[in-house]
């Protein structure tokens, strides 16, 4: 109880000091919230939802993806990650696909296997890609790309039903946004993306 305030009521002004230092205390929460959420948001990860069938069985349309942005801040891409970027032909639209061909690289596809020449393997070696459904599924047509620098040569999983290097080309590595590293829908496949390495 209050002293000469028989009912226990608090002053006015003691309720708008109240109300006050709640408000700033929640505008507080917020301010801190959004500057830790927006840097994660924007430059660390980002959502992404899977379109269309050009990467099955691996990942499927409509499937919710959580997309490293901060590795290659650090690191360049690696053959087998599966990325994210911009489409070249129109960037507003984003695609996935996985990275076949490396900067440097020349990229064969012939009788169906994907073969890579470049300096390290000047006789060339045909890509064992497990990820594929089957593993020994044909890659058509036959073409040959060289690969500059900051070039990649990008494909998705279901050869078949993709629009990808094949297509229009190679990708620039200023269009690369980030790569898959966490599959959050379906719950079923909750969880980090299986290690895809490409052996040869």
Request: hydrophobic share 35%; aromatic share 12%; charged share 25%.
């Amino acid at each position: 109880m209050i002293e000469g305030n028989p009912e226990g009521i608090l002053p006015e002004e003691n309720v708008k000091h109240g109300w006050r230092v709640e408000i700033w205390d929640i505008t507080k929460v917020v301010i801190t919230s959004i500057l830790i959420v927006l840097p994660i948001r924007y430059f660390i990860v980002q959502p992404f939802i899977v379109r269309g069938a050009s990467m099955e069985p691996n990942f499927e349309d409509r499937q919710y993806l959580i997309v490293d942005e901060a590795s290659y801040y650090f690191r360049e891409p690696e053959r087998g990650e599966t990325i994210i970027f911009h489409y070249p032909r129109d960037p507003r639209q984003y695609f996935i696909k996985r990275i076949i061909g490396l900067p440097g690289d020349i990229v064969q596809l012939t009788g169906g296997a994907v073969r890579i020449i470049n300096k390290e393997y000047e006789q060339g070696f045909t890509l064992q890609e497990s990820y594929l459904m089957p593993p020994d599924r044909p890659t058509r047509p036959d073409m040959r790309t060289t690969l500059g620098e900051d070039e990649y040569f990008v494909l998705g999983d279901n050869r078949d039903a993709s629009s990808d290097s094949r297509v229009w080309g190679i990708l620039p590595r200023k269009l690369i946004v980030g790569r898959a590293f966490f599959r959050v829908l379906p719950p079923k496949r909750f969880g980090f993306m299986p290690d895809y390495s490409v052996s040869y």
